[in-house]
């Protein structure tokens, strides 16, 4: 295992786009702190940021896993890339002619993934424990550390999407349009999720049993929008309609495994692709 | 003999292209083979499908004996194939050192190789800032990291220059001498003759012909010969043992051989007889009539 991680580390690590790309996103992730600093002025009335709960435990588990998932497009495009240019360069061909078994080349790049994803997991946990120690109200260890299935939902999340990307990468050989379809797919599944909210389920929100199953938006209903869970926000809620919205916050098993088996879907697709595709 | 590579039955189709037909063959230790062809004869996808890029619609083939699973014994085989591929953004050194991860062999190869085909001192330079016979000696290199079983290259002098194409080829002598058995596909003719011991003959996926190189050189030679009555040279030729059969071309009469025959024994033979030559050649086929008169029929 060590092994295949070497070969792509090194693969991944000497190519200059991909190594200033998979920084970047490293360093921005960390900029997510920098909210702290935020402060608004109107007027006489100020209003800063990291005062607003946002960095309270356990929320702040929730806030920050749904900002940093935002950036995962920094490393979807090395990982896209990773796996399109073994194509463009003919070094797919080469690999298995040197005794890389097509099985240990999709562990290769899956394993890839999923230290990838753990990464940014582990960046996440250590960057908001350490913003959540400083700025959060509530600092009982009971306390800090509840609610930390939205990190596990995080892991998930990413390593669905960049093995989406891999297997994208596979199907398409061509970075550029592998890149292009995921936002033709995604537009797709807005207009799926469009028509059966408005046109056959009308009044009803029954279209979501459907829609969760789509790929894109199984993942994005692991971690649920965090902003109308602040104090701030509800209270504008209740000043406006009366009465809170009550909304479920939760990760939820189900959600996690239909995630888990698009992730099984995509690396066997994957693998069967390669495994069918005369190079 | 010890068999390196065994190939029974194998087929391949592009959906209406059968692109290798019912091909068989086994390659034995220590010879150096030439796989001859024009384009598009199947020469890259039979070397394809055993090196584990293309699949294969029927057939059979084993490395080592079977004894082991085909990207294992690939380890143990070095292969370039068409074009030298390799990550333009790494070094030579590094591109070397991945393929070493790859086949589980030691770093300390790399340099012996790279100097083997005087790249050592481009080791630091990136792969794109390559030329095309750098390219190709660097593949070479990287097909000799693991000290193979087997050497197969693919076209390893497509699109060189005359020094490019003498450099390549000073190499393929060199690992030859040193007992490597080789595998080289090639439609360059006198590259084959100069250094293969066998060869196959490969037109629309099928063998044509498959074994020694001398056994495919018209074997005996022929004589050209001319007399002043031919006829009466044909008589007196027609119950030597060694004659094969004879035609008449262009005013000569062209002699076929079965068994060696010297030009001086033939002469003294006639001589005995009472014909005197007035034009008397021994020749032999090259490889490429031969390779022509076998690809042109049917």
């Known amino acids: ?279 | 003999m010890e068999t390196i590579l065994t190939i029974e039955k194998l087929n391949k189709r592009f959906g209406p292209v059968h692109a290798v037909k019912n091909v068989s063959l086994e390659i034995n230790k220590g010879n150096v083979y030439g796989i001859l062809g024009p384009n598009g004869s199947g020469k890259s996808t039979t070397l394809g499908i055993v090196l584990n890029v293309v699949n294969k619609t029927s057939g059979e083939y084993r490395w080592f004996g079977g004894a082991m699973e085909t990207h294992e014994a690939l380890k143990k085989v070095g292969a370039i194939i068409e074009r030298p591929n390799f990550y333009p953004y790494m070094t030579a050194q590094e591109n070397l050192e991945l393929v070493c991860k790859i086949k589980g062999t030691p770093y300390s190869k790399v340099t012996e190789k790279l100097e083997l085909v005087g790249l050592i001192d481009r080791k630091d330079s990136k792969f794109r800032t390559f030329s095309l016979g750098m390219k190709q000696r660097l593949a070479i290199a990287s097909a000799l990291l693991n000290d193979p079983e087997i050497l197969i290259l693919d076209e390893p002098t497509n699109g060189l220059d005359p020094q490019g194409i003498r450099q390549i080829r000073d190499i393929i002598k060199h690992i030859a001498s040193q007992g490597t058995t080789i595998l080289l596909a090639s439609h360059l003719l006198d590259e084959v003759e100069k250094v293969c011991s066998h060869v196959l003959v490969l037109r629309k996926g099928q063998i044509l012909y498959s074994g020694k190189v001398d056994g495919m050189i018209a074997n005996e030679g022929f004589f050209e010969l001319q007399a002043d009555n031919l006829e009466e040279l044909k008589a007196a030729l027609i119950a030597h043992p060694a004659i094969e059969k004879m035609v008449l071309e262009e005013g000569k009469l062209v002699v076929y051989l079965k068994q060696a025959f010297e030009a001086k024994d033939l002469n003294k033979y006639l001589f005995e007889k009472g014909i005197y030559l007035n034009h008397l050649v021994k020749r032999k086929h090259s490889l490429e009539e031969q390779f022509l008169e076998l690809t042109s029929k049917n």
């Open chain 1, 1 to 279: 295992m060590t092994r295949l991680l070497q070969i792509e580390f090194q693969k991944i690590w000497k190519n200059r786009a991909s190594r200033i790309l998979t920084i970047a996103y490293f360093v921005i992730l960390s900029f997510i702190a920098l909210i702290a600093s935020i402060k608004f002025k109107i007027g006489t009335f100020e209003l800063h940021i990291a005062d607003q709960g946002i960095f309270n435990f356990p929320y702040i588990w929730h806030f920050n896993t749904y900002i940093a998932a935002i950036l995962k497009f920094f490393l979807a495009i090395v990982i896209v890339s990773m796996m399109a240019n073994e194509y463009s360069y003919g070094t797919l061909k080469q690999n298995l002619i040197d005794g890389l078994s097509k099985k240990e080349f999709i562990q290769s790049k899956f394993l890839t993934v999923v230290v990838f994803a753990l990464g940014s997991t582990l960046f996440i946990f250590i960057m908001s424990l350490l913003l959540g120690l400083s700025f959060s109200s509530y600092n009982e260890i009971g306390i800090i550390f509840s609610d930390l299935d939205y990190l596990f939902a995080y892991f998930l999340k990413l390593t669905a999407f960049f093995s989406f990307c891999l297997f994208l990468g596979i199907l398409v050989k061509r970075s550029a349009f592998a890149i292009g379809f995921l936002f033709i797919w995604n537009i797709i599944e807005g207009i799926i999720i469009g028509l059966l909210r408005w046109k056959v389920f009308k009044d009803s929100d029954d279209y979501q049993k459907i829609t969760q199953f789509l790929p894109l938006e199984s993942m994005s209903n692991l971690i649920k929008e965090p902003f109308s869970r602040l104090s701030v926000i509800k209270n504008i809620e209740e000043t406006i309609g009366g009465a809170a919205n009550v909304k479920d916050y939760g990760v939820h098993w189900y959600s996690l495994l239909i995630v888990l088996c698009w992730i099984v879907i995509f690396v066997l697709m994957s693998y069967k692709i390669l495994k069918k595709r005369d190079l």
